[in-house]
């Protein structure tokens, strides 16, 4: 695992992976859950006009959707052809609002300049998760939001991403609530607010029957169960 991995991986795909890889969010299977991901996340954020920093973010889809919401975005990634895949996305999708740049988050020379900034699915492929925050922060003004959206406890050892770490030594790691809050409070953010990652719509109308009000007592109590909640992934927001 290392920085290394990260930076290869569009080089050591095949084409179809490649291909997948372009055509984000709309070639995956939890294209759904992305765009879940994405109304939360545009719900939590200061409105538009406000000046963003989207982090990790692989082909830029992410970016586009900020910028086209109204957002002044600059989209950062390590990976050099993740960048040229972001421009291309840039021009499909037609906006003007945002630029991209190669760098490593977790170490960058923003001052100040940021009203708001968004870790979507990429904190967990971080070396240094307090490099990272401690990053953003520096880069973030005084008010400013930092929204962390991650994987569920036990990512790390999911086959996908033993596969991925195996076949383009990417990092792969788990980034818990707690990890996340501990390097926020080091660097010095505070105000902190925890959301579950929105999960698949529940169906409501059957618990007009006796089964639906069985199925409907089981899904409150599974949302009742903290482990359970987690399980599905979470959002941080935090304050600078
Ligand atoms: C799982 S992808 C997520 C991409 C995008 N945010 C999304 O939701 O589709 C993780 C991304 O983080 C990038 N990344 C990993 N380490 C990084 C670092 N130190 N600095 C910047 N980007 C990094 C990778 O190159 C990769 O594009």
Redesign the pocket.
């Known amino acids: 695992m290392g ?1 290394q991995g ?2 290869d ?1 569009v080089k050591n795909l095949s084409n179809e992976n490649r291909m997948h890889v372009i055509n ?2 709309f070639s995956d299977h939890q294209c759904g859950r ?1 765009f879940r ?1 994405i109304g939360t996340i545009l719900s939590l954020l200061p409105p538009p006009p406000a000046k963003l920093l ?9 970016s586009c959707f900020y910028a086209m919401r109204g957002y002044d975005v600059t989209g ?4 050099k052809d ?1 960048i040229s895949f972001a421009n291309q996305n840039k021009i499909k999708y037609a906006v003007e609002n945002l630029e991209f740049i190669t ?5 960058m020379f923003f001052d100040n300049e940021y009203d708001c900034a ?5 904190l ?4 240094n998760e307090e490099a ?1 925050i401690l990053s953003v922060y520096k880069s973030l003004k005084k008010g400013g939001v930092l929204i962390t ?1 991650e994987t569920a406890v036990g990512h790390a050892n999911t086959p996908v991403s033993q596969e991925s770490v195996k076949k383009y030594g ?2 792969e790691r788990d980034m818990p609530v707690g990890l996340i809050v501990k390097a926020g409070k080091k660097a010095g953010f505070k105000d902190f607010k925890f959301y579950r990652r929105p999960v698949e719509p529940i169906e409501i109308l059957s618990v007009f029957s006796f089964k639906g009000i069985v199925n409907f007592s089981k899904i409150i109590l599974r949302e009742l169960w903290f482990s359970n909640v987690m399980k599905t992934g979470h959002i941080v927001v935090m304050v600078k």
Do not use: C, R
Not at 103 to 107: A, I, K, P, R, V
Not at 118 to 122: G, R, T, Y
């Open positions: 920085k990260d930076i991986f984000q969010p992305y991901d989207d982090l990790g973010i692989g082909t830029g889809w992410t950062q990634d390590i990976s993740m760098s490593d988050y977790e170490n968004v870790f979507h699915d990429s967990h492929h971080s070396e990272a959206a990417v990092t």
